[in-house]
């Protein structure tokens, strides 16, 4: 059949991006126990992770030259081809999980990666929710470290009093950016990828232009980075030697909020309500319009904070190129995790794995640290497209599983 | 009742009566009102350019590189004479409403900036030539990346992956120049990559149905990744590769010698020459041939493209794979047009600037072009004027014109109309 | 042309929409397709049209096998089809979009050759006495002249045989009498019309063949000649049509909604509602009944506080609600089944019990504060579920697979809970089966009974009938009239919504004149 043209809101996102598909979680009909759903539900994703490192493997083969060469002898010693293949792909991975989950240091350096992803997969999960495509988490990040690093360079005071605000300074610049989208969209509709995208380069040129301030940088520099934050605002590290800070535990904090306010809260069922069927929501009395705003604005928030962390604990100082690509690494994090806190948590992890593993693998293996970049990407091509999954696997589609519907559009409104 | 429309609904008769006229009174408190804001631009003016440069100083505008040509202005009375214009305009707008007022906005706008410049670089020398021809390069990839958006998105698919086929095709097209040693191998290659990505990105959303944002995040993602990689691992490895060399400048006999405008506009390399054909061709074609009206009929109404027996998805498919191709141009561009190697992450942002400027241009490419040269204007502007140094920060020169799409699709200042089947994944029967 | 469908089977997964389905028609004949929503019509005349493909049977053009794949095979083999949603692209000119598919150029660019198009529409135009501007853009047009410019569309592409899909949907009765007289001349000049509607009145003047088709079956061929209304109408339900309601004598009380001088604007900021002025009483029933688009809609909409009144007042037992918020009428017991229950009543990936609270879940007992309280949400949905019938796997099931009676009473459910003053039912039982719409109907009436003011807005006659103590017919945004009592006839309702002024009293009956249009009446299409 032939179907409806449904531009503006775009439901199916909400669906599509979540874990929460008809029938897998809230179908509770089916006398499937919870666990036997919860690794059902981990089929797709654990099929894309599969499915990106066999083909990152394949480009590690196909760009190692000395693989190569054992290839071009394959009929004098094919044995020789496959061994050096596999010892190629194999050294490289060890090396990746080594440096991802080996040891304690990995460990640091993966948390302290996972922080940021976590808090701007949320971000743009949480917007997910309502059927809104947060593109802007870099922006967001962008006005939170800038808020935060001034908080945290300024004022000297106790640690037990700067931290908080520093970081509550992270979330009202990150809240107030999304918020202007969240307001264009709730008042005069526009299309929030665009505007969000918009806003990242406005965050981008106004962290430049902060970066040639009095204000920000040291007296006497010219250099576009700041003032170092006060010792006293530096996010705790718990473990001597290790860079990983507390922040990993503001990040599961902010994990186990938004998932009591998603689950437990009215908000949460308001803004869910929207995402699925804003016509039913408005028509059930809900303020569709604030809750766009308010969901937007929070997204805004969460990628805000996430901003704060780095510049309060990683970095320490703010830079124009502080939060590089992170708040686009968190929409690949925000799909592979369904869009459930939980998941974000998890694949934040994850990429935060790869990320940290990759460094060591490069030294290791001299194979370059973007290979990740690619596996991230193929890792969204496959969450974002089971249908691929299914098809390469040969997979039933169980009727639990939705098909994805995506819609989304810009077109009119 | 003659015939069947002649007796409507109440709502049919009167709406359009009353509506009308709501509309026009509407439409007239409107244009009145733009007539103050030019008022307002021209005394901003008069006040901050013209007695905000010293009487007696003069700007000196350097017409040509190759000669000495150049007109020099007394700063002042040129300021004060720009807001007097302008201001004027504004009158007559406000008391009784200009014909063609887009054309007048556009000659308003561009008096501003030049009585803005006339302030900015008064007691010294500056080189126009040399800003405009800057102007008419940074334009020109973001052109023909929006080109490769209008293509999509005419045809119904939404299309952030811009800058991923741009890096893509850059790096491709360098690669393949230097590894055969011929730039239109590496200008064909280019465009090609453009459109491989596009047909993955056709074939994601238009077949499988992936949401069309997801669709272009993955292939940004794939693109920057597979791109990073490969230059890392090859071309840091076997540098010979990564030296394919720019196209050279090819000056237009006769066009090429008019001065300034030859300097600016016929003296180029081969990519700009291209999108010179191209965008007006493209435009020819969206709006007055067959392939146009069924590629906008897809991106409108598609069951009703589907009804009369067009392909929707294979129209859908060809539009974003020759947009695919614009943007190969647009990439490849950069590396062989403009850096002569391939530079990790080179496009940085601008194919979302491009989509900026499609948005900006209305889904219309000479419209994308307007917007790619105030984008390009913008940069060259603030990288001059970097030098002169201004009281007004650069980056908020930069900023401006991203703030101007931001209050555009918010509907300020004009309506942008997306193509109502834009990002809706049709199903066929 | 001749057209000839040989045992056409069309199946969906789980439902056979067309099975063994025979009919011919020739050159000059309109065939009307008659049957209920649902019957199978459409998806029959996509296999004609080539938008589906049968899954057994074979379709003859002038005695020739034809397989069509596309509907372009469909147009090449002289078949047109006027869909009910029209298929003209609103920011193209009329003349791009009857080219469109069908294009005359020049030069090896393929440049449009407009000239062409006005040319031969202004032809078409002439012939057919179809007037329409080729310049003019879709967007800009009235509903009737999208039509006309819709079957101007076939007859471009030289169509013989032209399906028109439920054409009169959308039609003011003045419209569709022309339309019928177009479609009569059509056929004088030879071409084969195929004409699909519910409403009888139409299928009884200009058809020359019925096929009435029920559950995807043909059930019944007749001429109007050799049938009457009542007749066709059984064929198509299938059983008696008459609808009963248990319904005791209306005891009206105190006025409870009280709307004076009320217009509202429409999503195109044209009048829809125009001065209304009108009250309903605490026990009473008013059903507004009219042809789709005449006000309805934006009237309900005004009321339950979706849309903001253009001037006038709306009083609810002596309160001003005019411009409350739909969340304050909650609070002042409105209760509102809306149209689309879709789209508008349902949160259909939320569970039925999240349903059941779509509009409390922020209330004490479902929520402490911000925080919902699950156990009173489920405990609340058991005993609706089991008070309503609502027929579900579970309270956990997810409320868009529910059939579409279920999901209404889900909706009924959630909005009798606590008592109505006012109760707003737009088109209450659409598309539902006939258990469904009794119990529904029974719901609402106890409604009344137990003293909240009813105000009903249907296109189905027998439901307005079946339930209304008092019926207000709509037309062009006003009430062209108000009925009560004995008044309350098919007849009067019937020239009422043509825009016939009634006058009060039996005169009415004798002085009315011969409805050039169809008599509505027959839109009884009744179950």
């Not at chain 2, 741009?166 to 055969?180: E, I, Y």
């Not at chain 2, 307007?370 to 390009?376: E, N, P, Q, T, W």
């Not at chain 3, 032809?123 to 179809?130: A, E, G, Q, R, T």
Request: aromatic share 8%; glycine share 10%.
């Amino acid at each position: 059949m032939i179907d409806e043209d449904s531009p503006g809101m775009n439901p199916g996102l909400a669906e599509a991006a979540s874990g929460e598909f008809p029938g897998e979680i809230e179908n509770g009909n089916s006398r499937t126990p919870r666990w036997r759903k919860f690794l059902r539900s981990l089929k797709v994703p654990a099929l894309a992770i599969f499915s990106a490192l066999f083909l990152g493997g394949i480009l590690i083969i196909l760009t190692d030259t000395d693989v190569l060469w054992a290839w071009a002898r394959f009929f004098n010693d094919p044995m020789r081809a496959l061994s050096r293949s596999w010892e190629a792909v194999w050294d490289a991975y060890s090396a990746l999980f080594v440096g991802a989950f080996g040891s304690l240091s990995a460990w640091s350096e993966t948390l302290l990666r996972a922080t940021p992803l976590t808090l701007a997969g949320l971000a743009v999960a949480f917007a997910f929710k309502a059927s809104l495509f947060n593109i802007g988490a870099n922006g967001q990040m962008i006005l939170g470290a800038i808020f935060s690093a001034y908080i945290g360079f300024t004022f000297d005071i106790t640690g037990w009093i700067l931290v908080p605000l520093a970081l509550a300074g992270g979330v009202l610049g990150g809240f107030l950016w999304g918020g202007i989208a969240g307001v264009l969209k709730a008042t005069t509709g526009a299309h929030e990828v665009i505007t969000t995208i918009m806003l990242n380069f406005i965050a981008a040129f106004l962290l430049a232009y902060f970066l040639t301030t009095d204000t920000f940088l040291p007296s006497g520099s010219a250099n576009p980075i700041s003032k170092n934050m006060l010792e006293q605002a530096r996010l705790h590290r718990f473990i001597s030697g290790e860079r990983v800070d507390i922040g990993i535990f503001i990040a599961i904090a902010a994990v186990a909020l938004v998932w009591w306010v998603l689950e437990k809260s009215t908000l949460g069922f308001q803004v869910k309500a929207v995402g699925l069927s804003p016509d039913a929501a408005k028509y059930s009395g809900m303020k569709v319009a604030l809750i766009i705003a308010l969901t937007l604005a929070a997204a805004g928030g969460l990628a805000g904070l996430a901003g704060a962390t780095v510049v309060l604990g990683a970095t320490g100082v703010l830079t124009g190129g502080v939060i590089g690509n992170l708040g686009f690494d968190a929409i690949a994090v925000a799909l592979l995790g369904r869009s459930n806190p939980w998941g974000v948590l998890a694949a934040a992890i994850l990429f935060g794995g790869l990320n940290a593993g990759a460094v060591n693998m490069q030294a290791e293996t001299q194979i370059p640290v973007d290979i990740v970049i690619v596996i991230q990407a193929l890792i969204i091509l496959f969450v974002a497209a089971p249908d691929l999954v299914r098809a390469i696997y040969r997979i039933k589609k169980v009727d639990t599983e939705e098909a994805q519907s995506f819609t989304s559009s810009w077109g009119s409104s | 009742m003659t015939n069947i429309g002649a007796n409507l609904p109440a709502d049919e008769i009167q709406a359009p009566a009353d509506g009308e006229i709501a509309l026009e009174a509407e439409e007239l408190h409107k244009a009145k009102r733009v007539g103050w804001i030019w008022i307002f631009v021209g005394v901003a003016i008069v006040w901050l350019f013209g007695f905000g440069s010293e009487a007696g100083v003069e700007t000196t505008f350097n017409l040509s590189l190759e000669s000495d040509l150049s007109i020099t202005l007394p700063s002042r009375i040129s300021c004060l004479a720009i807001g007097a214009i302008i201001v004027l305009l504004g009158i007559v707008q406000s008391i009784r409403p200009l014909p063609k007022r887009t054309i007048f906005t556009v000659l308003i706008v561009l008096m501003a900036v030049f009585a803005f410049l006339i302030w900015a670089t008064r007691d010294s020398s500056f080189s126009m030539v040399g800003m405009l021809q800057s102007t008419l390069i940074r334009a020109t990839p973001l052109a023909l990346g929006a080109l490769a958006g209008v293509l999509c998105e005419r045809s119904g698919v939404v299309n952030i992956a811009i800058e991923g086929m741009m890096l893509f095709a850059a790096f491709l097209g360098s690669f393949a120049a230097a590894a055969t040693g011929s730039l239109w191998i590496g200008f064909v290659v280019g465009v090609a990559g453009g459109a491989i990505l596009a047909y993955g990105h056709a074939g994601l959303s238009v077949t499988y149905k992936v949401d069309q944002i997801i669709s272009g995040t993955v292939i940004n993602f794939f693109a920057l990744g597979i791109t990073s990689y490969l230059a890392a691992q090859i071309l840091t490895k076997y540098p010979d590769l990564n030296r394919a060399g720019t196209f050279a400048r090819i000056k237009i006999p006769v066009l090429g010698d008019i001065p300034f405008i030859g300097e600016i506009l016929f003296d180029n390399n081969i990519y700009v020459y291209t999108a010179y054909f191209l965008l007006p061709f493209v435009t020819f074609m969206l709006f007055k041939s067959r392939w146009g009206l069924r590629v906008r009929s897809v991106g409108e109404l598609p069951k009703a493209a589907d009804t009369v027996g067009i392909n929707v998805y294979r129209t859908r498919y060809i539009s974003v794979i020759l947009g695919g191709g614009a943007a190969g141009l647009a990439g490849s561009f950069l590396s062989l047009g403009s850096v002569g190697s391939f530079q990790q992450n080179m496009t940085a942002g601008r194919g979302f600037i491009a989509l900026a400027a499609m948005i900006l241009g209305r889904w219309n490419p000479m419209g994308a072009l307007g917007a790619a040269l105030l984008f390009g204007f913008a940069e060259s502007l603030q990288s001059k004027l970097a030098i002169i140094g201004t009281p007004i920060p650069s980056e908020f020169l930069l900023m401006a014109p991203y703030i101007v799409t931001l209050f555009f699709v918010a509907g300020f200042g004009g309506r942008a109309r997306p193509p109502a089947a834009d990002g809706v994944p049709y199903e066929q029967g | 042309m001749k057209v000839e469908l040989r045992g056409i089977t069309k199946r969906f997964p789980g439902v056979i929409a067309n099975e063994d389905v025979n009919l011919s028609l020739n050159s000059g004949e309109v065939l009307a397709l008659l049957g209920e929503n649902g019957a199978g019509k459409s998806t029959l005349m996509n296999c004609l049209y080539g938008l589906y493909r049968p899954d057994e049977g074979e379709i003859l053009i002038n005695d020739q096998v034809v397989d069509f794949e596309t509907p372009g095979d469909a147009m090449v083999a002289g078949i047109g089809m006027v869909h009910q949603h029209f298929m003209l692209v609103p920011v193209f000119t009329v003349a791009e979009n009857l080219m469109l598919g069908n294009e005359s150029v020049s030069g090896p660019l393929g440049v449009l050759n407009l000239d062409d198009a006005r040319k031969r529409i202004n032809d078409l135009s002439d012939k057919y006495n179809l007037p329409v501007d080729p310049d003019a853009l879709v967007r800009d047009l009235p509903v009737g002249v999208e039509q006309r410019a819709e079957i101007l569309k076939a007859l471009y592409r030289d169509a013989d045989c032209l399906i028109l899909d439920e054409p009169t949907a959308v039609l003011t009765p003045d419209e569709i009498a022309e339309l019928e007289k177009v479609i009569r001349e059509l056929a004088d000049s030879g071409k084969s019309i195929i004409f699909i509607t519910h409403k009888l009145g139409e299928v009884m003047r200009i058809a020359d063949q019925i096929v009435v088709l029920r559950h995807g079956k043909v059930v019944g061929r007749t001429t109007p000649e050799d049938t009457t209304e009542l007749g066709l109408a059984s064929m198509m339900v299938g059983r008696d049509i008459q609808l009963v309601v248990d319904k005791p004598e209306a005891e009206p009380g105190a006025p409870m909604l009280e709307v004076r001088d009320l217009s509202v604007l429409d999503d195109r900021d044209a009048v829809a509602v125009e001065s209304l002025d009108f009250e309903i009483r605490a026990g009473e029933i008013l059903a507004v009944a009219g042809v789709q688009g005449n006000g309805q809609t934006e009237l309900v909409e005004a009321i339950t506080g979706m849309r903001p009144a253009l001037t006038g007042s709306i009083h609810l037992d002596g309160e001003d609600i005019t411009s409350a918020t739909p969340r304050e009428l909650w609070t002042r017991d409105l209760g509102h089944i809306p149209e689309d229950r879709q789209a508008d009543g349902l949160v259909e990936p939320f569970s039925v019990a999240d349903n059941l609270v779509l509009n409390t879940y922020n209330w004490k007992p479902f929520a402490k504060g911000i925080l919902r309280d699950s156990p009173e949400v489920r405990s609340h949905a058991n005993q609706l579920v089991e008070d309503f019938d609502v027929r579900t796997a579970s309270i956990d099931t997810h409320a868009g697979t529910l059939s579409g009676g279920n999901q209404q009473k889900v909706i009924v459910a959630r909005e009798f809970t606590h008592s109505s003053r006012l109760l707003v039912a737009a088109q209450p039982t659409r598309g539902l089966d006939v258990g469904s719409i009794q119990y529904i109907h029974g719901r609402i009436v106890a409604e009344r009974d137990s003293g909240a003011a009813v105000l009903i807005v249907s296109s189905e006659l027998d439901e307005v009938l079946a339930l209304a103590d008092r019926v207000a017919v709509m037309y062009e945004g006003r009430f062209s009239g108000v009925l009560e009592g004995d008044e309350i006839t098919r007849t009067r309702i019937g020239l009422l919504m043509a825009g016939r002024t009634v006058d009060s009293g039996d005169s009415s009956e004798t002085d009315t004149p011969e409805p050039p249009t169809q008599d509505p009446s027959a839109d009884g299409n009744a179950r």
